[in-house]
């Protein structure tokens, strides 16, 4: 396993991070401890969860995955999407940042978190005061790092802004989506990162399993899988589920199938060629896909296989000309 440096906070992360959106709902927490310890005994040192995955559950288990092993890991959680039904059970104010992380230090049983992420945008909370809060808990302890997802880089941009100007602790790592269909973090983000020196932790590097070459837009999609699944099937399907990425996955198998290469691990690994990317969060159902997916972190791809997904990219999103310049 290779470590890469999380912007400028000088921990050193896996280049793989764990992902437990499924432990407690399509993993049960037998498998779920299992598939931990494995990741963990692999040089996997990075791990992913968020208050409301599966209700709190997945963070249940992860604490009780790291007894005894909380040390030997960097351990992120997130706060903001609705966990209840009040009209503060969501968003970015004081109130429910404070609430959101005691919650999960006592799920997780552990005294800090490493990371905390704003887990997406709060259109009625002002940032200021949002970063205020944050600031509260790393100077409280509670949390090392900050951190966001699913921000467009001018929200990111004026977060850092807020954070120089009143002096608080800022984000150092952003969770994004970002794999071969869904690659526009490239345009602004990721430059703004490389900039700022700013972690970047990417999320869905298969498409939610559409990479991965199993499925048939033809056929429903199989029981058991992301697609399928009653919490967040419908969201998955919307996101990814079209003809013309269908188009655009089948002309990516047919450059791992001329290389000789897994397909899955080709998309992980087309990823890690990216300087601007530290890790990438994987999620797993089994131990067999945790070595699987691993297992990508050793493969290297050449030029000519990065320009042949790169064209599929352009076929995609056909944008040759940009108003950056």
């Given amino acids: 396993m290779e470590y890469r440096t999380l912007g400028r906070t000088g ?37 992913d969860t968020a208050n409301m995955y ?21 351990l992120a959680s997130k706060v903001g999407i609705p966990v209840g039904p009040g009209p503060n059970d969501a968003g ?64 990111l941009c004026k977060a850092l802004w807020a954070s120089d100007r009143h002096s608080l602790a800022r984000f150092d790592l952003i969770q994004p989506p970002y794999n071969l269909l869904t690659r526009d973090i490239e345009y602004e983000l990721l430059p703004l990162c490389v900039e700022e020196n700013i972690g970047v932790c990417v999320y869905n590097p298969l498409a939610g399993g559409l990479l991965t070459g199993k499925h048939d837009f033809s056929k429903a999609p199989a029981a058991g899988t992301r697609f399928a699944n009653d919490a967040m099937g419908k969201m998955y399907y919307d996101r990814y589920w079209n003809e013309s990425n269908f188009a655009a996955v089948a002309e990516i198998k047919s450059v791992a199938e001329a290389s000789g290469k897994d397909m899955a691990q080709m998309a992980l690994a087309w990823i890690l060629t990216n300087p601007a990317v530290t890790s990438i969060i994987i999620g797993a159902t089994s131990m067999r896909h945790v070595e699987h997916n691993i297992t990508a972190t050793t493969l290297s791809l050449s030029e000519e296989e990065r320009a042949k997904l790169d064209e599929v990219w352009y076929k995609l999103r056909p944008l040759r000309f940009f108003y950056g310049r």
Wanted: net charge negative; hydrophobic share 35%.
């Fill in 92 to 155: 970015l104010s004081g109130k429910h940042i404070m609430k959101g992380v005691e919650d999960s230090l006592r799920r997780l049983d552990t005294e800090y978190l490493d990371i905390y992420y704003a887990h997406l945008p709060d259109y009625t909370t002002p940032i200021e005061t949002s970063l205020r809060t944050f600031d509260d808990l790393v100077r409280q302890g509670k949390v090392r790092y900050l951190a966001c997802s699913n921000f467009r880089a001018f929200q």
């Fill in 11 to 47: 921990m050193k992360v896996s280049e793989v991070c764990l992902g437990t959106m499924t432990f407690g709902d399509q993993v049960d927490e037998t498998d779920a401890i299992s598939i931990t310890h494995a990741a963990i005994d692999k040089g996997v040192n990075f791990i």
């Fill in 54 to 74: 599966v209700k709190g559950r997945s963070e249940e288990i992860v604490g009780r995955a790291l007894k005894g092993r909380r040390d030997d890991v960097i």
